[in-house]
C-alpha cells in the first residue's frame, strides 16, 4: 500500500477525532502531523487485518493519549468545550438550528470521558463496526458493546438535561415544590 492512498482514506477522520479530543484545531493539526508520521515510518507493518482508516484511527488514540499523559492530563477529564463565536449572524433560520443542536450534542460529547468519548465518536461518528472499536481501543467486541451501551446512556442524560434546562423545564426526577406553611 502507498502513503498517498492510506493518507487519503483516513485524514479526515485522524483529524477529526484530534480535533473532538484536544478541542484545539493548531494541536490536533500536529497531532494529526504525529500519526501520520508514524502511518508513514510503520507502512510496511501495516497487516491489513482492518482497514487504513482503523489502523490510523488507533494510531491516532495512541497518539492522543501519549500526548494527554504527558503533556496535558486535563485532556482526559470530563470537561466543557467553549467553542469559537460565530461570526456570520445573517444566516437562514435553519442553518442557525442545524448549528445549534450540533453544538449541543459538542457539548454533551465534551461532558463525557475519553473512554466514553473515543467510543461514541469511532461507532457513532466514524461509523466502524464494534469489532473495529475493538481493535482500536484494543478491546473485545463484547465490552466495547458496553461500553458503548453506557456511554450513550449517559449522553442522553446529559442531552436531556441542556434540552430540559434550555427550554425552562425542570429536569425529570426533580420534587414539585411543596405549599407552603403559613
Not at 482497514?51 to 488514540?61: D, K, M, N, P, Y
Request: aromatic fraction near 10%; hydrophobic fraction near 35%.
Amino acid at each position: 500500500m502507498r502513503f498517498a492512498a492510506a493518507y487519503e482514506q483516513s485524514r479526515d477522520a485522524v483529524y477529526g477525532y484530534l480535533v473532538y479530543m484536544t478541542k484545539n484545531v493548531p494541536l490536533a493539526e500536529d497531532l494529526s502531523q504525529e500519526v501520520f508520521l508514524r502511518m508513514f515510518l510503520h507502512l510496511d507493518k501495516f497487516r491489513e487485518e482492518a482497514s487504513v482508516r482503523t489502523w490510523a484511527l488507533r494510531i491516532a488514540r495512541n497518539v492522543f493519549l501519549s500526548y494527554a499523559r504527558k503533556k496535558q492530563p486535563v485532556l482526559l477529564e470530563e470537561q466543557e468545550w467553549e467553542p469559537e463565536p460565530d461570526v456570520n449572524r445573517n444566516q437562514p433560520e435553519e442553518e442557525i438550528l442545524r448549528k445549534e443542536e450540533a453544538e449541543r450534542v459538542r457539548s454533551c460529547l465534551m461532558c463525557l470521558g475519553e473512554q466514553e468519548r473515543t467510543v461514541l465518536l469511532l461507532r457513532d461518528f466514524e461509523e466502524l463496526s464494534y469489532e473495529e472499536v475493538a481493535r482500536i481501543m484494543n478491546l473485545t467486541a463484547e465490552v466495547v458493546k458496553g461500553r458503548i451501551y453506557r456511554a450513550r446512556q449517559k449522553f442522553r442524560k446529559i442531552y436531556d438535561g441542556t434540552v430540559r434546562k434550555d427550554a425552562g423545564m425542570p429536569r425529570a426526577g426533580t420534587e414539585k415544590e411543596s405549599p407552603s406553611k403559613a
